[in-house]
């Protein structure tokens, strides 16, 4: 496993949107261990791969010890809302508040290819909202509204 850089708003790679994977080997799943060794280290919840200028539709979730990976992720539903603070390992020091589905249900693949359905809520919807938007190239702050970022530059 080897650290990746994380790369930052002022990089235009972030913008790109990613591409499904299609073969599950082991390219896919050192990706994967660098993923999982550069969230760990930098303390964030969630990392997907374009931040690591890699435009594939893979990212990683670590959220109240539980620790996935998500390849080739649809989000199939979303209910209710929620509001909360909202951070991004590529915006570092910033965070603004952003509404999320409050419940979302999303299926995706695992490092072998298995097909998964999850149905998460509160933070954890969140925090998938929030990297599947990165493979598209979508950033929190696009849903901000013009609320007030907050944080050091
Ligand atoms: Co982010």
Redesign the pocket.
Known sequence: MALRKIITLENETLRKVSKPVKFFDESLWELLDDMKETLIKSTGV???AV?VAVLKRVFVISVNNTYFEVINPTITKKEGTQRGPE?????PGKQCSVTRPNKVTVEFFDRFGNPITLTATEFMARAIC??YD?LDGI??IDHTKGGKLEGQL
């Open positions: 969630g990392l997907a931040q951070g991004c390992l590529s915006i929030h990297e990165h950033l929190y």
